[in-house]
């Protein structure tokens, strides 16, 4: 990718950011699946910023697919993920996107949280910036 071409992404990106925190950030979607709602945080979006993917359809209409205990991060209050699948197309190719929420013990109650979403089974190479060499013969 060209430094100029990087230049706009990285703009566009910004601008993205920007129009979600106004219109995302502090909204609840209703997920048809599970019935959960499913509130967007200020650390859900920064995932989706470094990710570059959108919210709101995929939230709302992704298909609950299980869930598991947090072995990461050991919070009291955050005990568990769940997962969801949202088909994708992208150029004509089909991809699963995986949605992963977070669930939050709060009180008597459970509240899930967006944490961030991928694309299954894909690998996207990034570019090393311009000013380092590059070997073919490595990568």
């Known amino acids: ?6 230049q706009k992404l990285k703009q566009l990106k910004i601008e993205c950011l920007e129009y979600a925190e106004k219109n995302f950030r502090g909204n609840s979607y209703k997920n048809k ?4 709602i499913i509130d967007v945080s ?3 979006l920064n995932e989706w910023f470094s990710k570059s993917k959108t919210v709101e359809q995929i939230l ?3 298909e609950y697919s299980h869930s598991s205990e947090n072995t990461k991060n050991l919070e009291l209050n955050a005990p568990s993920y769940e997962y969801y699948n949202y088909p994708i197309v992208i150029n004509n190719v ?3 996107a995986i949605v992963t929420v977070r ?3 709060d009180g008597n109650d459970d ?8 694309l299954d089974n894909i690998y996207i ?3 090393p910036p311009s000013s380092i060499p590059r070997n073919p013969e490595t990568e």
């Open 103 to 105: 669930v939050i013990k």
């Open 60 to 62: 709302e209409n992704s």
């Open 111 to 118: 509240r899930f949280i967006y944490y961030h979403h991928y």
């Open 94 to 96: 089909s991809f699963i």
């Open 33 to 36: 699946s599970s019935g959960h």
């Open 42 to 44: 200020k650390k859900g």
């Open 1 to 6: 990718m060209l430094a100029e071409e990087y």
């Open 125 to 127: 190479k990034k570019e």
